[in-house]
């Protein structure tokens, strides 16, 4: 089992930069790939970045691509999220997710992911 502890949100003026934490516990975190998600008011929670157990491989939205890097560190069991040129459009609560893998790859759908962290809020104001 796995838990995932996210941090490092808050409420930041659009232009500027945040970086999210996702702290997990036990000793097989480089098995696990590992995703963030973010949910705005009145919306469905929607995909962010992936990344594989090793960090080799990333992936992410359309939306966030260029301004967003999702980065791991396997000795430290956690995830990071830098987060640039935010706009006010960011504002959600973000998860993290992990799935247990035997492959390299990333995850980008929501449903196969088996352990979710409590999340962070994030607000940009304009």
């Known amino acids: 089992q796995v838990q995932l502890v996210e941090s490092g949100g808050g409420l930041v003026q659009a232009g500027v930069s945040l970086r999210l934490s996702c702290a997990a516990s036990?000793?097989?975190?480089?098995?696990?790939?590992i995703g963030w998600f973010r949910q705005a008011p009145g919306k469905e929670r929607e995909f962010v970045a992936a990344?594989?157990?090793?960090?080799?491989?990333?992936y992410y939205a359309d939306s966030v691509k260029g301004r967003f890097t999702i980065s791991r560190d396997n000795d430290r069991n956690t995830v990071y999220l830098q987060m640039n040129s935010l706009k006010p459009e960011d504002t959600a609560v973000y998860s993290c997710?992990?799935?247990?893998?035997?492959?390299?790859?990333?995850?980008?759908?929501?449903?196969?992911?088996?352990?979710w962290g409590q999340g962070t809020q994030v607000t940009v104001s304009s």
């Open positions: 990344i594989s157990r090793s960090g080799g491989s990333t």
């Open positions: 036990g000793r097989t975190f480089s098995s696990y790939a």
């Open positions: 997710a992990a799935k247990f893998t035997l492959f390299n790859n990333y995850y980008t759908r929501r449903e196969v992911y088996d352990y």
